[in-house]
């Protein structure tokens, strides 16, 4: 099995990317905001909790998020994914490395100015419960706190890619794009 990750701040365009990206080069996309909003909605056991969380801006459990991708992985036709918006803490890594018994290959951060995140949060206009200005500085301040610390772990073993998602679509895909064109 072979997994990449992708990580930025909320708005930053990971989906879109990650979308082109699984696309162009075979991955199944696994978004785990989609997976967290799915649980929400299907009134599971951990629904109630999640949509607690999310709207305080907060990250959702490990185990809880872990077992969502364990659940979407094993029941995948595929073994090329693209993990879009995890792992956003230390915990994060560390759950997903133990229970689904991988390092990703690839990690890229999107990295983009808090102004232009906000912004593109703000006018995506997707209904979601946590595209609102507090809930969004809240989610930059956790994004800030718990997952440069996962930039760092994954630079370190030379696997972080850091992508510049400032520009258009096109733009962006274009400087990811060498990094699965080989």
């Known amino acids: ?9 909320p708005g930053v365009g ?5 979308t082109r990206i699984a696309e162009t080069f075979g991955f199944t996309h696994l978004s785990v905001g989609d997976l967290l909003r799915k649980e929400i909605s299907s009134n599971t056991e951990y629904g109630a909790m999640i949509l607690e969380t999310i709207t305080k801006g907060k990250i959702v459990a490990s185990e809880v998020t872990v077992k969502l991708l364990k659940t979407a992985i094993e029941s995948s036709e ?3 994914f ?11 890594r560390v759950a997903y490395e133990q229970i689904i ?18 912004k593109r ?11 609102n200005v507090d809930t969004t500085m809240q989610r930059l301040k956790v994004f800030e706190a718990y997952t440069l610390p996962v930039i760092r772990y994954y630079s370190q ?5 850091k992508i510049n998602a400032i ?16």
């Open 1 to 9: 099995m072979e997994s990449s990750c992708y990580i930025g701040g």
């Open 14 to 18: 990971k989906g879109t990317q990650c």
């Open 78 to 80: 595929t073994d090329r």
């Open 82 to 92: 693209l993990i879009d918006g995890f792992p956003r803490s230390e915990e994060n």
């Open 101 to 118: 018994g991988i390092e990703p290959e690839v990690v890229l951060f999107f990295d983009c100015n808090e102004e232009e995140m906000l």
């Open 121 to 131: 949060v703000l006018h995506r206009n997707q209904g979601r419960v946590d595209d």
């Open 157 to 161: 073993k030379g696997k972080l890619h």
């Open 167 to 182: 520009g258009t679509e096109d733009e962006i895909f274009e400087r990811v794009r060498p990094i699965f064109a080989k």
